[in-house]
């Protein structure tokens, strides 16, 4: 019985894109880590305007007379999180998906997850009002924790 060469590329063809549709889960991650990030506004003496802008809104404000605490937390994905390196990491995946059958996301996701992930920043600010009515920094804390995506989706 011979197999006629177009079906043997359309079956060929139609299994490369189920693989390439059907994979992805370490590159889903990869795709989904934070990028670099490193604020330029903790600084003392920097308007809380201008950190509301960089950071977001805090997720916890506290007024107490004339000072003004702000809680923040942002994800920085550091330098193996820039688009360079998350591009190659795909681009391996991919290529250790096509040798290995899809068994290497055993170890890619885990990988991804834990090793890769990016750093989890809780920032507290507090500010002064000044003479000119804006609130200015006047303290920063800045606690860093790398306990994967666990604890940032609790964060």
């Known amino acids: ?3 006629k060469t177009t079906k043997l590329v ?3 063809l139609l299994a490369i ?3 390439g549709f059907g994979s992805g889960c370490a590159q889903y991650s990869v795709i989904r ?3 670099p990030f490193s604020p330029t506004c903790l600084k003392p003496g920097v308007k809380r305007v201008d950190v509301i802008a960089e950071l977001g809104q805090p997720f916890n404000t506290q007024a107490q007379g004339n ?4 809680n923040f937390k942002y994800v920085d ?3 193996k999180n820039n688009g360079f390196c998350k591009t190659g990491r795909v681009v391996l995946y991919s290529t250790g998906d096509i040798f290995t059958c899809f068994f290497d996301q055993l170890a890619l ?3 991804e997850d834990f090793v890769i992930s990016g750093t989890n920043h809780l920032i507290v600010i507090e500010y002064s009002k000044c003479n000119d009515g804006d609130w200015r920094i006047i303290t920063i804390a800045d606690t860093i924790s790398k306990s994967g995506p666990y604890w940032r989706r609790q964060f």
């Open 1 to 3: 019985m011979k197999v």
């Open 10 to 12: 359309r079956v060929l």
């Open 17 to 19: 894109l189920v693989g």
């Open 33 to 35: 880590q934070p990028r």
């Open 67 to 70: 000072r003004l605490t702000d």
């Open 77 to 79: 994905g550091g330098s």
């Open 109 to 111: 996701m885990p990988f």
